[in-house]
């Protein structure tokens, strides 16, 4: 006995000592996992983190916009046209219409860069030398067309003086805001050593000031006037397709969901279409903007550029991503539930409707909003359907042409300005990152918000 | 619930209805595709187009390259195809017979300036200062070395020429989707291949191959913008890269220019002729769509007036080099013959 005590607890002392040395491993290998995750979450947040310093240092500025306050007189010596058509002399209304466009183009097709020379001399220190050409390199080309604008809604103007603030141009802008190097010599700088003198002038005596650049948000993209390119245009179009995912896909995906997971049989053919669409998740989304362009544009005959055929092809993406998800929240609900339903008596269509769906409605949410988050940043199928033209007006129906967010960005990063647009294209990428926030933030209390009431 | 299933299985088929309406709506846009020299011109015509003219609607100016947006344009005829193709070069034999054959029959060429194709480097590196000859020793896969074609040797600039920097040898041309690339073959490559004296006895077929085939190890071929090729010089100093005029001048702080033939490349310089990288710019307008896409003459007309392709207008403000007056009436007269056909 006595032996085998002795041996029994020889051998445990041998166990514990296995298992110590084993644990000190063990230990140490917890903890290198955890150091591993650690290092792993800090360096993706430290990317997160590089990427939007970058995007939010370059982008700021470009919210800052440069204004010219100029006291413009409306000279009746160059503003040489009959008074503009009254509807009272007109005895139809499209005989009206005629003569005021007519009256529009005249006025279109005088000389406006003389006002607004002749208003920026008038604020030039005395004896300052400079010519003409340089002079009018100060505000942005489109000073004529908001001052002719003025006088085409308000034509008593003629002969009165008033005060107008336009845009400064985009190297007055670049010269303000230091985005061009000032120290750089002559033959590389943008703009004339007058010019430069003036601009630093103007700016000390109030003529050139800074505010917040509202343009962004109300302007369409412009690259004659590259100071005043907004977002608007591409907005709105962003929008119009949207909407059109979520009318189209939200509807499809989840009534294909539901046949898949209740209804049909489960048959070979069942099988192939799943694993059929779980394929056509993971299909790189220029794949669906070829077949967008070879079906909508050259089969169906649907016009190029439009929010439209934007809006179909980016359904086709999001299907996949609505169905996945509604089958996997249809499938996690307990089969208690339905059998209750159906002891009940319900038939099939009611358990459904009346009892599963509910349920999974914050998953279905989720993930629509998530679908709609991916397809609003999607490029590249809609860089194959035309839609990187450049636009320069706001999209009245999905069938006008039109520019999206993503694309807007690609635009703007490829302009000829780049001193300009760098931050330009930062400032995109900062309202389009915020208008993803926004739809997963609405995602998140949508989410949690319905699941406490279910 | 129920109601809400049936109200979204309207909401499909109003949407489909909506999509089949499409096709009796007509387009009343300009639609415009092709070449990314020509896009800034374009684009700053259409704007200015739809000031000038509040009765039509903004002009689309799309891009694609030279080929692409003649590709597109001879799609065939139909709201769904572009009116007007920008392009950097003249339409080719084979383009024009694709546009044959899908109904496309009626093109007009309408000519309207010039562009200089310049040679940059980034602005803290070395001065150049090339001749075709150095260009094509520099990117050509086989030269000329005692009458014969060997493998090319040449890893630095100074070993081409002792008067270039001693740098390695970095070039990042247009790829060939873009009408600059056959300009700088044509203008640059096959100009230095002639001056380098080709061996006899070559078929003209060995003859094109030794002309057009480069060193892939030095050439960089950028399909995209110039914004490419101008990261690319940012993110390796050494490299020289080929841009329009217009591109260079409004980057004059990032670039440096060489001279080509000891001549500085400007709108000066290119207008006369002194430079020998220059190509005129083209549009090609569908004559079939005049008359039901609205306004397509009128932007033609305005195009062409003196206040904006011409002299002191506003795209030379944008660095386009005007043509002379007369060669634009010639331009635009023979546009309107083919109205009258």
Redesign the interface.
């Known amino acids: 006995m006595a032996t085998d005590i002795q041996t029994s607890s020889s051998a445990s002392a041998d166990r514990r000592k296995l298992v110590r040395s084993g644990l000190r491993r063990r230990h140490l290998n917890e903890q290198i996992f955890r150091g591993l995750g650690i290092a792993a979450i800090a360096l993706a947040l430290g990317f997160v983190a590089l990427l939007f310093v970058d995007v939010f240092r370059k982008g700021i500025p470009a919210f800052i916009q440069s204004n010219v306050h100029l006291a413009v007189t409306y000279d009746p010596a160059v503003i040489d046209v009959g008074p503009a058509p009254a509807r009272a002399d007109f005895a139809s209304e499209a005989e009206f219409n005629a003569a005021s466009?007519k009256w529009?183009?005249e006025v279109?097709?005088l000389n406006w860069n003389t006002i607004v020379e002749a208003s920026l001399r008038k604020a030039l220190p005395e004896g300052y030398e400079i010519t003409s050409r340089e002079l009018l390199a100060i505000p942005e080309?489109n000073a004529r067309?908001a001052i002719r604008e003025k006088f085409v809604s308000d034509p008593s103007l003629l002969g009165q003086t008033v005060e107008v603030d336009v845009l400064a141009s985009a190297n007055t802008a670049n010269w303000v805001k230091g985005n061009?190097?000032r120290s750089?010599g002559d033959?590389?700088?943008?703009l004339s050593a007058p010019t430069r003198g003036l601009i630093d002038i103007f700016e000390e005596n109030g003529t050139i000031t800074n505010g917040f650049a509202w343009s962004i948000f109300t302007n369409v993209d412009?690259?004659?006037?590259p100071a005043s390119a907004g977002l608007l245009g591409a907005f709105v179009g962003t929008l119009w397709m949207m909407l059109?995912v979520v009318?189209?896909a939200?509807?499809?995906g989840?009534?294909a969901a539901i046949y898949l997971e209740e209804f049909a049989p489960k048959s070979r053919l069942t099988d192939l279409i799943e694993v059929n669409i779980n394929n056509l998740a993971a299909v790189p989304s220029i794949v669906f903007g070829l077949l967008g362009a070879a079906v909508f544009?050259?089969w169906?005959?649907?016009?190029?550029?439009a929010p439209?055929v934007g809006g179909l092809v980016l359904t086709l993406m999001t299907l996949p991503t609505i169905i996945i998800a509604t089958r996997g929240a249809l499938m996690g609900v307990s089969p208690a539930l339905r059998q209750a339903a159906l002891g009940m008596g319900a038939s099939k269509t009611q358990m459904v409707?009346?009892h599963v769906?509910?349920v999974t409605f914050p998953s279905i949410l989720t993930a629509t909003i998530l679908g709609v988050a991916h397809a609003l940043g999607e490029t590249a199928p809609l860089l194959l359907i035309?839609m990187?033209?450049?636009?320069?007006?706001v999209p009245a129906t999905p069938?006008?042409?039109a520019a999206a967010l993503p694309v807007q960005i690609y635009l703007w990063?490829?302009?000829?300005?780049?001193?300009f647009f760098e931050p330009r294209t930062a400032a995109a990428i900062m309202v389009l990152l915020g208008v993803m926030i926004l739809l997963n933030g609405v995602a998140i209390y949508l989410r949690s918000r319905l699941e406490k009431r279910a | 619930m129920k109601t809400a299933f049936f109200a979204s299985a309207a909401v499909i088929a109003l949407a489909a209805f909506g999509t089949t309406g499409a096709f009796a709506q007509s387009r009343d846009t300009i639609q415009i595709a092709g070449s990314s020299t020509v896009l800034p011109f374009a684009s700053i015509v259409a704007e200015e187009f739809s000031a000038a003219f509040p009765e039509f609607k903004t002009p689309v100016v799309g891009s694609g390259g030279t080929g692409g947006g003649l590709k597109q344009f001879c799609e065939g005829v139909g709201e769904n195809t572009i009116d007007i193709a920008n392009a950097s070069r003249q339409i080719k034999d084979a383009e024009r017979e694709v546009c044959t054959t899908n109904g496309v029959t009626d093109i007009r060429e309408v000519q309207f300036g010039f562009d200089g194709i310049v040679f940059a480097s980034a602005a803290s590196g070395a001065d150049f200062a090339l001749t075709p000859l150095q260009v094509y020793k520099a990117i050509a896969a086989k030269v000329v070395v005692d009458g014969a074609l060997v493998d090319n040797p040449y890893k630095t600039w100074n070993e081409i020429d002792a008067s270039l920097p001693n740098q390695p040898i970095s070039l990042a041309i247009p790829a060939s989707n873009h009408g600059t690339r056959e300009v700088f073959q044509e203008k640059v490559v096959t100009a230095g291949f002639k001056e380098a004296g080709a061996p006899e006895g070559l078929s003209e077929d060995e003859i094109k191959a030794a002309e057009t085939t480069f060193r892939q190890d030095v050439v960089i071929e950028i399909s995209g913008d110039y914004t490419e090729t101008l990261a690319r010089l940012n993110s390796d100093p050494n490299t020289v890269g080929v841009f329009g005029l217009s591109f260079y001048e409004q980057n004059t702080d990032s670039l440096k220019v060489a001279t080509v033939n000891g001549v500085t490349p400007s709108k000066e310089t290119v207008a006369d002729g002194e430079y020998p990288v220059s190509r005129p710019l083209f549009f090609y307008v569908k004559g079939q769509h005049i008359g039901t896409i609205p306004g397509i003459e009128d932007y033609v007309q305005f195009f062409l007036s003196e206040g904006v392709s011409g002299e002191g207008g506003i795209l030379e403000a944008a660095g386009l080099i005007p043509q002379p007056a007369d060669k634009t009436a010639e331009v635009l007269a023979s546009f309107e013959a083919g109205a009258a056909q």
């Not at chain 1, 033959?187 to 943008?190: D, G, S, Y």
């Not at chain 1, 990187?388 to 007006?393: H, L, R, T």
């Not at chain 1, 990063?413 to 001193?419: A, K, L, P």
């Open positions: 466009l529009q183009r279109a097709l080309t067309h061009i190097d750089l033959t590389q700088q943008q412009s690259r004659s006037a059109i009318v189209l939200v509807p499809i989840v009534a544009i050259n169906f005959h649907l016009p190029i550029s439209l409707f009346h769906l509910p035309g990187k033209a450049f636009v320069a007006s069938l006008d042409q990063q490829g302009n000829e300005n780049r001193n």
